[in-house]
């Protein structure tokens, strides 16, 4: 089977890949927003701590566990433990969380297409923020506009993955993501020049620690799962294709260094926009869809600025909806004997088909209801219920996300054997040293970790902020 099993055409082609499934809408979107929210500054550190003893650690299983069996994640799992193992079900767990996540992952990034269309037709000039602010809650409530993206969306990330590793993955995020590096320099040299510029470096990084609660710490540790994309076998996927001897942890570092640059650069990007235009930097879902918007309308170029700015979103957002695609596909190409083309078609459409509630989802609440629901997803409920785009959310992102890295974690560091993972760990790297260090994360801070998430999600924290 290895032998004829589809690989990339290069080590960049794996690291850009992976790079495109880990940046996506949880840096440029959903980042910010929670930086905002927790006060910058110890935030981002804690961050930076979390993906680097947390993170970076699953990465690292995740490409180890795919490159090692050549496998996309059941039958990975299934042929590093012994039959009828109940480990092949964090595989299974996988491939349910990528039909989640593309599901609702894909009405956001319907509404970044809608916006690169709204500011390539000017649709923001000589508006006002009531006007803006109406403009999002109309979007948000339109069956018609978020059907109509989402199944744009869909129909694209489909037509990529019907490529297949090379020919549609490879190719695909070799365009878009240098194009998105490109276009997020351009962003930031923009930014660079306004007034605000000075007091988003300080609210982004000195240290204050004023807004920062136990919850905030948690949610740092939480996003740094759904950022690199980890816990649902994305990478122990695009892992798969990599040959047996490349090198393991230069990959994965990069990669992280890569996610974590660009989620840094949208803070650089949004918040001296935000502080220049007076806007406040909590609101953050706005951030993008309402703050961006004004902003636009007031600067001057602001239409080409807009265009920009939300075709790089949408490019980040497809080169991580192609990997959960991807997830997906690739269980019934190596599990059940698929064609490629069967497999895209099938998950994508039946994908397509399970986000329609989510896309629905706005329409089921009043404007200031959902907007407040929306900007509590992917964390706390609101207290006015979930509808189901932020139930899908908080599942995936509170749940299965942190539970999946736990499990490959757990597997990597207390059933894979010891001397086949080491040899595995060394080949092709320069960086051997680190192995001792990287199984002692994987056996005792990653699960600490993701129990504190857990004790977190169901409120048995609270007394840390005495609430
Ligand atoms: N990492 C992506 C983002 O930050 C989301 C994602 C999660 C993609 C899980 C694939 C798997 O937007």
Same mark, same amino acid.
């Given at each position: 089977?290895?032998?004829? *099993?589809?690989h990339?055409g290069?080590?960049l082609?794996?690291?850009?890949a =992976? ?14 927003y929670?930086?905002g929210?927790n006060?910058?500054?110890w935030f981002?550190?804690? $961050?930076?701590?979390c993906?680097a ?5 699953i990465?690292? =299983?995740?490409?180890?566990i ?6 996309? &994640?059941v039958?990975?799992?299934r ?10 079900l964090?595989?299974w767990?996988g491939v349910?969380?990528? @039909? ?5 992952y894909?009405?956001v990034?319907? /509404?970044a297409?809608h916006y690169t /269309? ?10 006002d ?10 979007? $948000?409530v339109? &069956? ?5 993206w989402?199944v744009?969306?869909?129909a694209?990330t489909i037509a990529i993955?019907l490529?297949?590793?090379?020919k549609?993955?490879e190719r695909w995020?070799r ?6 590096f490109v276009?997020?320099?351009?962003m930031?040299?923009?930014?660079v020049?306004?007034?605000g510029?000075?007091?988003a470096v300080?609210f982004?990084f ?5 807004n920062?609660t ?11 799962? @759904? ?6 076998g =994305? ?8 040959? *047996?001897?490349d090198?393991l942890?230069a990959?994965s570092?990069t990669?992280?260094?890569?996610d974590?640059v660009?989620a ?6 949004l918040? &001296?926009?935000?502080f220049?235009? !007076?806007m ?14 004004l902003?636009?309308?007031?600067? &001057?170029?602001?239409?080409? #600025? ?6 790089l979103?949408?490019?980040a957002?497809?080169t991580s ?10 269980y ?5 004997? #698929? ?12 994908i ?12 089921t609440?009043?404007f200031?209801?959902?907007f407040?629901?929306?900007?509590s997803n ?7 219920g979930f509808?189901w ?9 509170? /749940?299965?996300?942190p539970l999946?890295?736990?499990f490959?974690?757990?597997? %990597?560091? /207390? *059933? %894979?054997?010891g ?8 080949? !092709?790297t320069?960086f051997?040293?680190l192995?001792?260090?990287?199984i002692q994360?994987?056996?005792?801070v990653v ?11 169901i409120?048995?924290l609270?007394?840390l902020? !005495?609430?």
């Amino acid at each position: 089977m290895t032998g004829t *099993r589809a690989h990339w055409g290069s080590r960049l082609g794996f690291i850009l890949a =992976a790079a495109g499934s880990a940046v996506g809408l949880g840096n440029i979107w959903k980042f910010p927003y929670i930086t905002g929210e927790n006060g910058g500054g110890w935030f981002v550190l804690i $961050y930076l701590i979390c993906i680097a003893l947390v993170g970076l650690p699953i990465m690292m =299983a995740e490409i180890f566990i795919g490159r090692t069996t050549q496998l996309a &994640p059941v039958g990975a799992f299934r042929a590093l433990s012994r039959r009828g193992s109940p480990w092949v079900l964090t595989g299974w767990l996988g491939v349910v969380v990528a @039909f989640v996540v593309l599901s609702y992952y894909s009405v956001v990034a319907g /509404w970044a297409m809608h916006y690169t /269309w709204l500011s390539i037709t000017n649709a923001f000039a000589a508006h006002d923020q009531a006007a803006i602010n109406e403009l999002f809650g109309n979007v $948000y409530v339109s &069956p018609t506009v978020n059907l109509g993206w989402h199944v744009a969306f869909m129909a694209i990330t489909i037509a990529i993955v019907l490529g297949g590793v090379q020919k549609g993955l490879e190719r695909w995020v070799r365009i878009l993501m240098p194009a998105l590096f490109v276009l997020m320099l351009v962003m930031l040299g923009r930014a660079v020049t306004m007034e605000g510029f000075g007091r988003a470096v300080e609210f982004t990084f000195a240290p204050n620690a004023e807004n920062l609660t136990a919850a905030g710490v948690l949610e740092a540790l939480g996003h740094a799962f @759904f950022t690199l994309s980890l816990g649902m076998g =994305a990478m122990i996927t695009y892992g798969s294709y990599l040959r *047996r001897d490349d090198d393991l942890v230069a990959t994965s570092v990069t990669v992280g260094v890569l996610d974590t640059v660009i989620a840094l650069m949208a803070c650089l990007i949004l918040f &001296p926009i935000t502080f220049t235009f !007076g806007m406040q930097e909590e609101r953050t879902v706005g951030l993008i869809f309402m703050n961006m918007p004004l902003a636009f309308s007031q600067m &001057p170029g602001g239409a080409l #600025w807009g265009v920009l700015f939300f075709a790089l979103l949408t490019f980040a957002a497809l080169t991580s909806g192609i990997s959960l695609l991807e997830v997906a596909a690739s269980y019934f190409i190596d599990e059940r004997g #698929w064609t490629r083309r069967r497999a895209a078609l099938t998950c994508g459409i039946a994908i397509l088909l399970l986000g329609i509630p989510s896309a629905l989802s706005g329409g089921t609440r009043l404007f200031g209801e959902q907007f407040q629901s929306l900007t509590s997803n992917l964390g706390v409920n609101d207290g006015a219920g979930f509808n189901w785009f932020d139930f899908f959310d908080y599942l995936a992102s509170n /749940w299965m996300l942190p539970l999946g890295g736990l499990f490959i974690a757990l597997f %990597v560091a /207390w *059933r %894979v054997g010891g001397a086949a993972r080491e040899a595995g760990f060394k080949t !092709g790297t320069r960086f051997g040293g680190l192995y001792w260090g990287w199984i002692q994360l994987l056996r005792y801070v990653v699960p600490i970790a993701v129990i504190l998430v857990f004790l977190n999600a169901i409120g048995l924290l609270g007394f840390l902020d !005495g609430t």
